[in-house]
């Protein structure tokens, strides 16, 4: 278990200028956590690099993009894009003429899953293959990028890879029931890590999430040591998620959100960190609060611990900036209803017994439970039914603002990195809005 290493301080260093080369290794996709480093850097003057995972073809075949996708790609960065597919995870890669692990879990339905078994030596061949794909790719993408970073330039990587869910409708259905059931719908998340197919997605998830963090580290070491043997600094960065100190009874306090069921490879993901920063490279996982985006909104409840940064702003020293954003949050919610009515829901369920079971760091992550589901899913319906549309909610305009006040910290802190595994929590991020805003 990681050590909580939390900064505190808003870093104000910079070593990154025009000439530099900031890597996104990982494809843009809408609005992220990586959008304010790729402003940052390109602030800074910093050429901006990306690659593409590449898309499927109608025999789900990986391909390069087409020049269109290519052009629209490249747009979107606002940078040039290595055009070699850098898909992660194995699901979709089989030797050739066997099946494939999405092929292998044709059989499991929601009546049968728990009870269905795969063949671990296939879904080893399978997981080789995919590795291999991978990692060839990633040194033809290196071998493009050595020709773009000239000598004594400072370069970072940034890793943005993360999923690794296979495409079969029988998890959409368990997924409802785990991360959204209540009472009769309820599913507990350990009958799932239990069960082979379970046990499939988390090996795929390390893939994804953690294991290409380690492969591009390696397969830049010769990169690597050419632009620092000429004065150059390179730097790696990691998007992880291990619970966040938000305010709780005026003291910030670590919560975590239940069942995160990719924590283990977030886990992983922080130990590579480590093992590299041992040997001397540079890589920092900046473990980030719990926001509102397309992919987290199946986790009903990830959303609540975004409210106490209101409280936090002001408690930062906000002043009339923070009282705007307060202010913007109370025109969202239907009439009659306050937004400090809000934040006490929000007080009355961090200090519901059954939530404080757990804050728990060392157990992390723990399994859902069905009070727990009672409680989070309940209070999140409750409150979503505060607002006056569910598609405009105060968590729309938290979560924009934990993204704006992400990115200076992650590219400042990398200018000299104080730790393997940090964690961005909310009271430096209220620090940096105000200090942004002030």
Same mark, same amino acid.
């Given at each position: 278990m990681t050590e909580l290493t939390p900064?505190?301080?808003?870093?104000?260093?910079?070593?990154?200028?025009g000439g530099d080369v900031f890597v996104l290794f990982g494809e843009l996709f809408g609005r992220g956590y990586v959008n304010g480093l790729v402003d940052e850097a390109r602030a800074a003057g910093m050429t901006i690099v990306g690659i593409t995972v590449g898309r499927r073809d109608d025999e789900n075949k990986l391909r390069s993009l087409t020049a269109e996708e290519h052009a629209e790609a490249e747009a979107n960065l606002g940078g040039r894009i290595i055009n070699i597919p850098m898909m992660a995870g194995f699901d979709l890669d089989a030797p050739e003429g066997e099946a494939n692990p999405t092929d292998l879990l044709a059989p499991f339905t929601i009546k049968n899953w728990q009870e269905q078994k795969l063949d671990w030596a296939q879904i080893e061949r399978c997981r080789e293959v995919g590795v291999k794909r991978f990692r060839d790719s990633l040194a033809r993408v290196v071998a493009e990028l050595d020709g773009m970073i000239p000598d004594g330039a400072n370069a970072i990587f940034a890793h943005t890879m993360a999923g690794g869910i296979p495409k079969v409708k029988v998890f959409l259905a368990i997924a409802n029931r785990i991360y959204k059931g209540r009472g009769d719908r309820f599913m507990s998340s350990?009958?799932?890590?239990?069960?082979d197919l379970g046990k499939l997605i988390l090996m795929n998830f390390d893939e994804v999430t953690a294991n290409t963090f380690r492969y591009l580290i390696d397969g830049t070491a010769e990169l690597r040591k050419r632009l620092e043997s000429t004065g150059g600094q390179v730097r790696y960065s990691a998007y992880g998620y291990h619970g966040t100190e938000i305010l709780i009874k005026d003291k910030y306090q670590w919560q975590t959100y239940t069942n995160y069921t990719q924590g283990y490879a977030k886990m992983r993901l922080e130990q590579h960190a480590e093992a590299v920063w041992a040997e001397g490279v540079k890589a920092t996982v900046f473990n980030c609060p719990e926001i509102r985006t397309n992919?987290?909104?199946i986790f009903v409840g990830v959303e609540l611990s975004l409210f106490p940064l !209101? *409280?936090?702003?002001?408690?930062?020293?906000?002043?009339a900036w923070a009282e705007a954003?307060?202010?913007?949050c109370r025109e969202l919610l239907s009439e009659g209803t306050s937004l400090e009515e809000l934040l006490q829901t929000i007080a009355d369920y961090n200090a519901n017994g059954v939530i404080t079971e757990f804050r728990n760091f060392e157990a992390w992550p723990m399994d859902n439970t069905?009070?727990?589901?009672?409680?989070m899913?309940?209070?999140?319906?409750?409150i979503t039914a505060m607002h006056k549309e569910r598609k405009a909610l105060v968590t729309d305009h938290l979560s924009?603002?934990? !993204? *704006?006040?992400?990115g200076p910290l992650m590219f400042h802190e990398m200018s000299a990195p104080a730790a393997p595994v940090l964690w961005l929590n909310h009271d430096v991020i209220a620090r940096q809005l105000n200090q942004m805003h002030s």
């Open positions: 900064l505190r301080k808003i870093p104000d260093q910079n070593i990154f200028k350990r009958a799932l890590l239990d069960s992919s987290s909104d !209101l *409280e936090a702003l002001k408690l930062e020293g906000g002043g954003q307060w202010q913007a069905a009070e727990l589901a009672e409680v899913v309940g209070t999140s319906e409750a924009a603002l934990v !993204l *704006e006040g992400t």
